[in-house]
């Protein structure tokens, strides 16, 4: 790639990283519409690929055949993405891995991002999504945060009609889901048995 496609690049993942930061946005900027999430997702692995190569962390994405289709306002939605991601990759130490995983359930989709990094304590997950609650047990190198990052993200998450879960295990990894309502029309009607 040329210096210049880099540049720009680098210019979109600074924006998407300025997106992350932004608290001050509105359920009534939303606009909702049909968004293909593949192509979405496959757009959130390429950044997730230029986020983790820093760390050396491996990336990988696994997606149904299926179109799917989601209603969502796609800025909005990848900011929550781009901070699951971002989450992932700070907790997740040298050489370590990260998935990206969407699974079709019904009439829901799950979107799954899988890290190997130093997992949660028990005690903090249902804590997590509250605002300003942070981990202290960070890696030393990653990046101070507002600890807003969750809280947003699961109201994000409602303002799509869905929710994020989490499970995790200490010094193996971490899930973030999210849980959206798929539209139908997606090559499958939802009302067929």
Do not use: C
């Amino acid at each position: 790639a040329g210096s210049l496609e880099e540049t720009g690049r680098m210019f979109k993942i600074i924006e998407d990283l300025l997106l992350l930061t932004r608290v001050n946005y509105r359920s009534d900027d939303l606009h909702l519409q049909p968004l293909d999430l593949i192509q979405f997702v496959a757009v959130l692995f390429e950044k997730a690929k230029i986020l983790a190569a820093e760390k050396n962390i491996s990336v990988h994405i696994q997606v149904p055949e299926a179109a799917v289709l989601v209603n969502a306002d796609e800025q909005t939605l990848r900011r929550l993405f781009l901070n699951l991601i971002d989450n992932a990759i700070k907790y997740t130490p040298q050489d370590g891995r990260v998935d990206l995983i969407v699974r079709l359930e019904n009439d829901r989709v799950k979107i799954s991002i899988w890290d190997t990094g130093i997992g949660i304590d028990h005690k903090n997950l249902p804590r997590l999504f509250d605002k300003f609650f942070r981990i202290e047990d960070k890696l030393k190198d990653s990046a101070p945060s507002s600890g807003l990052g969750l809280s947003i993200a699961q109201s994000i998450a409602k303002l799509h009609q869905g929710e994020i879960m989490v499970s995790s295990q200490i010094g193996k990894g971490t899930v973030f889901t999210v849980d959206l309502p798929r539209m139908s029309g997606d090559g499958l009607s939802i009302l067929r048995d």
